[in-house]
């Protein structure tokens, strides 16, 4: 039986080929076709991965941001009770051309992925071998807030790809846009565009002025560095380039620029920009603000675990307000409970302050910022830097004992002397006193300030052998699945040894189930009450907005007693 076979001879118009780039040229063939089938199966995998998710969630209005304590009991607050989903005939045309030219120049063009700005992407993240370029196209941000896809790898490079051209196929543009403004975070609490232009200017998106627009635009990319709320300057250099990108697409000119930047812009107060009930849930909504920017968080539904106790803070709320009464009674004073106070008004009454700490882990249990939050939403446990006055005299006694001097108990001006005023002031800063502190000896007599808040963490630390927490509200944060998105780790440093934070403990007098400090300045415009309980270490502060002399020595004592007495019960 016969095995030959004519020989394969190439078509004529390759015949004039060499026998090696023929060999090449097939091989670049196959290779190509395998590429080819390659392609077309990934494309494939990952257009069915796509076509797992509900694109009906991409015009829906994004969930309500759930509080919880540290119980998992739920938190009234008020955040997003005035959100509503804006139409594309609420957006102004400006700021449609403001988010083109900052964000996506060819939006109206590509097919929802740029391929001339990605090849340019993917080319740089070769160089830097990272993914330092993303090319983004509004419908691709959209896609990722919308299903969370963050992470930077190429499997979610790909998957975003394929929702992004899905999303194109059932949106038009100008519904994509009027999606991705509703979604988006702009700082401040604030989720979507027209919360945005409700919470900063005090108005509707519809209203917004072009100087507005260009502002909202600008801080997109940065929205919790760039707030008109805390950074003004900052949200008016975003603003200055959003209009420079104007220029430069031929929108407007130079000149309308210079105008556009000359009309006003003006912010809505703080106490007037939310509706919250409480310093304490207010407190968490800024801290809250801080994580989702650094964290890089934009989900809606999220589940923020708050490390509130609300048994406790309801009872250092009553106690606080029953034991200021029986004082203002007995003074023959009378608190204007139900007076109307002017925006930025300065409520002229006893105030107070309290910051109830976890001694081991600086989580706040509880926060009381003044005495009424709906006459004043002023935090003073942040904010009221007071002196401490006899108060400052376990911080004195802890520097003395750190440095292996005697604590003398009822005479801290020679237990100062011992280490020296600057001396004390640096160990008391170790453990959490902010300052200002007086470098002479009058420091020992409570010439030192700080916050009730820094005076909480300085307590946790002497009742904590030494070490120093810092403070946190939020411990974890969870979306509506339960995934965990963030998680808070306690952060402790030893400031001092334990025998120096146990001596100084030996000052406190022991109150029903705590460990009390009294303490008041000279000039009796300030009291404070030290009080280290089963878990908590709390400081509370007494005294007015504007120093004025609270009480005579005698009553101001009877006050303090009857409140270390009331907590310790």
């Not at 009770?81 to 988010?99: I, T």
């Not at 309308?256 to 812009?265: N, T, V």
């Amino acid at each position: 039986m016969s095995t030959w076979r004519p020989v394969s001879r190439p078509p004529r118009w390759l015949a004039w080929l060499p026998g090696w780039a023929l060999t090449l040229l097939k091989l670049s063939l196959w290779i190509g076709g395998g590429l080819a089938v390659l392609g077309l199966c990934v494309a494939l995998f990952y257009f069915a991965r796509a076509g797992r998710f509900d694109l009906d969630e991409v015009a829906a209005m994004p969930a309500r941001t759930t509080i919880l304590d540290r119980d998992d009991h739920p938190i009234e607050v008020s955040w997003g009770a005035s959100r509503h989903l804006a139409k594309r005939e609420d957006l102004p045309d400006f700021l449609v051309q403001c988010l083109e030219a900052r964000e996506d120049a060819r939006f109206f063009d590509h097919c929802g992925v740029d391929f001339r700005g990605l090849a340019r992407a993917t080319i740089r993240n070769i160089k830097d071998r990272d993914f330092t370029q993303g090319a983004s196209t509004l419908t691709m941000q959209l896609a990722r807030n919308t299903f969370d896809i963050r992470a930077k790898s190429i499997h979610r490079k790909l998957l975003e790809i394929a929702l992004t051209l899905r999303i194109e196929g059932r949106y038009s543009k100008d519904e994509i846009l009027t999606h991705y403004l509703n979604r988006i975070y702009f700082g401040s609490g604030c989720h979507g565009i027209d919360e945005a232009a409700r919470t900063y200017f005090g108005k509707p998106v519809s209203k917004l002025h072009k100087g507005e627009c260009a502002m909202l635009v600008g801080i997109i990319r940065g929205p919790h560095i760039f707030s008109p709320a805390r950074n003004l300057e900052g949200a008016r250099d975003q603003q200055s380039e959003v209009l420079d990108r104007m220029i430069a697409m031929g929108r407007i000119t130079p000149q309308e620029k210079e105008a556009i930047q000359a009309m006003p812009i003006d912010i809505v107060p703080e106490d007037q920009r939310s509706a919250e009930r409480s310093y304490a849930v207010q407190a968490v909504r800024h801290e809250l603000g801080d994580i989702l920017e650094a964290s890089d968080i934009r989900l809606d539904g999220l589940v923020v675990h708050t490390t509130l106790a609300t048994g406790w803070q309801l009872k250092l709320e009553t106690d606080l307000s029953n034991t200021l009464l029986e004082a203002e009674q007995g003074a023959g004073w009378d608190h204007p409970v139900h007076r109307e106070f002017t925006p930025g008004e300065t409520p002229a009454y006893l105030q107070c302050a309290a910051v109830t700490l976890e001694s081991r882990t600086g989580a706040v249990l509880a926060l009381v910022g003044g005495r009424d939050f709906l006459d004043s939403r002023y935090d003073r446990t942040t904010g009221a830097r007071r002196d401490l006055g006899s108060a400052f005299t376990p911080w004195v006694a802890a520097a003395a004992a750190e440095r292996g001097k005697r604590v003398l108990p009822g005479n801290i001006m020679l237990t100062g002397r011992q280490i020296g005023p600057r001396e004390a002031a640096r160990i008391s800063q170790r453990c959490g006193l902010g300052g200002p502190f007086l470098e002479t000896e009058d420091l020992f007599r409570g010439s030192a300030a700080c916050t009730p808040m820094e005076a909480a963490v300085a307590l946790a630390t002497l009742s904590n052998d030494g070490k120093r927490p810092t403070p946190y509200l939020i411990s974890r944060i969870t979306n509506a699945a339960g995934e965990t998105l963030f998680q808070r780790k306690p952060d402790l440093s030893q400031a001092i040894t334990t025998a120096a934070a146990n001596e100084a403990l030996e000052l406190f007098d022991e109150v029903g189930m705590s460990r009390c400090f009294e303490g008041q300045t000279g000039s009796e415009r300030d009291a404070w009450l030290l009080r280290v309980g089963p878990g908590g270490s709390t400081s509370i502060w007494l005294g007015f907005d504007e120093p004025t002399k609270i009480c005579e020595d005698g009553r101001l004592r009877k006050v303090l007693d009857s409140l270390g007495q009331r907590l310790g019960e």
